[in-house]
C-alpha cells in the first residue's frame, strides 16, 4: 500500500479496554486544552514513557502507549475507538480538512458510491458527530458526509441546532443528495438555519432524468433532487453543485451547466470532481471513467459559462498534469491528506506544492500515471 500524507488509523493498546465510541485524545504535559466534559478522554503517551507514568501513582484516566498515534495528533483531536484494537482519528487539527460520517445509510444506489450504503440502524453517529464537533470546536469547516445526512430528517434539524450553539464558529459542509428538500417545510426549517457557516454540496449528474436516475441507481431522483434545488434555493439554502464526469454523461456537462445556471437560486459555486477509485466505483470503474483528456473541451466551456455567470467553479481531484493549461487556475488541492498521496514521479515537479494529487485508492490497476508537463 501507498503511504498517505496523513495517517489516520492505528493499532492502539490501552492499559484497560475501551469501548467503541468518540474520545478526546490528550497528549501528556499539554492542560490548555478542555473539553468540557463533552467527550470522555484517554491520555496518549509515547511508548518509553509509559512505565515511568505507571510508577507516578494511579491515575482514574486511561491511558494509551502509542508513538506512533503520539508524534500524528495534537492535543484535543478526536479518535473514534472500534473495540477492535483500532482508533482512527476523526477530527484532527493537522489534517487539511475533516469530514464527519453520520450515517451509512442512503435513499440513492450511485453506481460510483465511494460509502456504499447500509440500513443498519446507526442514529449514534449523528449522536457522536455532535459531541466531538462541539468537544473539538473548530474554527474552520467540517465536512458532513453520509450515507444521506438528511435522511435523519428533523433530528438534523436539531444536530445543526446544538452545533451552532456549542460551537458557533464551526462551518459546516454538509454533502447530500438534496432529496429530502422536496418536503418544502423541511428546506424551510434548513433555510433558518442556513446562515454564512452552513453550505450544502448537492449532485445533479444530468439534465435529462433518464442518466441522472440511471447513475445514482434510484428511479425519480432527479425530480426529487430538481424539486428539491427550488425548494432549497428558495429557503435561502447556500448551494455547491456538484457534477461527476463519467462515460454515461459526458455529453451532459455543458447542458448540466446551462440548466443549473438558468433555473436555480443560490447556487455559490459549481464544482467538477474526477471519480476516486473506491467503494462501488472500483467495481464499475471500466463502465465509468473516462480520461479527462477526452472530454477537456467540454470542461473549458463549462468553465468559461461558470465564470460569465459570475460564479466561482473549481475542478476538484484532478492532478494537474491531467488537465489542458487552460484549466489548471481552476484546479484545487481538494484530496483530504488521509487518502492523498504523490508517486515518485512527482517529486521533481514544479507543479506538485500547488497540485491535488492522487488518490492512495488509485494504486495499481486505477492509476494514471503522471504526464509531463511541458
Not at 494509551?64 to 477492535?84: C, H, K, N, P, Q
Not at 447500509?118 to 459531541?131: G, P, R, V
Not at 452545533?163 to 447530500?176: A, E, I, N
Not at 459555486?269 to 477509485?277: G, K, T, V
Amino acid at each position: 500500500m501507498v503511504n498517505a500524507v496523513r495517517r489516520d488509523i492505528f493499532a492502539v493498546q490501552s492499559d484497560s479496554e475501551l469501548d467503541p465510541g468518540c474520545r478526546i485524545l490528550r497528549k501528556a504535559g499539554n492542560t490548555t486544552f478542555s473539553s468540557d466534559g463533552l467527550l470522555d478522554e484517554v491520555l496518549v503517551l509515547r511508548e518509553d514513557s509509559a512505565f515511568e507514568y505507571l510508577e507516578s501513582g494511579p491515575s482514574s484516566r486511561p491511558f494509551i502507549a502509542s508513538t506512533e498515534l503520539y508524534e500524528s495528533i495534537e492535543d484535543g483531536d478526536v479518535g473514534m475507538f472500534t473495540g477492535r484494537g483500532n482508533v482512527r482519528v476523526i477530527l484532527s487539527r493537522r489534517a487539511n480538512h475533516n469530514t464527519l460520517l453520520v450515517t451509512e445509510r442512503c435513499d440513492n444506489r450511485c453506481s460510483f458510491c465511494s460509502q456504499p450504503p447500509k440500513q443498519n440502524n446507526d442514529d449514534w453517529l449523528l449522536t457522536q458527530a455532535a459531541m466531538a464537533l462541539a468537544a473539538f470546536g473548530s474554527e474552520e469547516t467540517v465536512g458532513i458526509s453520509g450515507g444521506e445526512p438528511l435522511l435523519y430528517g428533523d433530528a438534523f434539524v436539531k444536530f445543526v441546532d446544538f452545533v451552532q450553539k456549542s460551537s458557533p464558529k464551526t462551518d459546516l459542509h454538509v454533502l447530500s443528495n438534496g432529496r429530502a428538500f422536496y418536503d418544502s417545510s423541511f428546506a424551510m426549517k434548513i433555510g433558518a438555519r442556513a446562515n454564512s457557516n452552513i453550505t450544502f454540496g448537492i449532485p445533479l449528474y444530468a439534465s435529462l432524468a433518464d442518466i441522472h436516475d440511471e447513475l445514482v441507481g434510484a428511479s425519480g431522483a432527479f425530480s426529487d433532487t430538481v424539486k428539491g434545488l427550488i425548494n432549497a434555493g428558495n429557503a435561502g439554502i447556500p448551494i455547491e453543485l456538484r457534477f461527476i464526469p463519467t462515460q454515461l454523461n459526458l455529453d451532459e456537462i455543458v447542458p448540466t451547466i446551462e440548466f443549473v445556471l438558468r433555473c436555480f437560486s443560490n447556487v455559490i459555486q459549481i464544482s467538477i470532481m474526477n471519480l476516486e477509485p473506491t467503494g462501488w466505483a472500483r467495481k464499475n470503474w471500466s463502465n465509468l471513467y473516462c480520461d479527462p483528456s477526452v472530454y477537456s473541451r467540454d470542461l473549458e466551456r463549462g468553465v468559461r459559462m461558470v465564470r460569465d455567470a459570475g460564479l466561482p467553479v473549481f475542478l476538484f481531484n484532478y492532478p494537474l498534469c491531467h488537465l489542458p493549461e487552460e484549466l489548471r487556475d481552476a484546479a484545487v488541492k481538494s484530496i483530504s491528506d488521509w487518502k492523498n498521496f504523490y508517486p515518485e514521479e512527482c517529486d521533481d515537479c514544479e507543479l506538485k506544492q500547488s497540485c491535488t494529487g492522487y488518490f492512495s485508492s488509485s494504486q495499481g490497476k486505477f492509476h494514471e500515471s503522471p504526464r509531463k508537463i511541458l
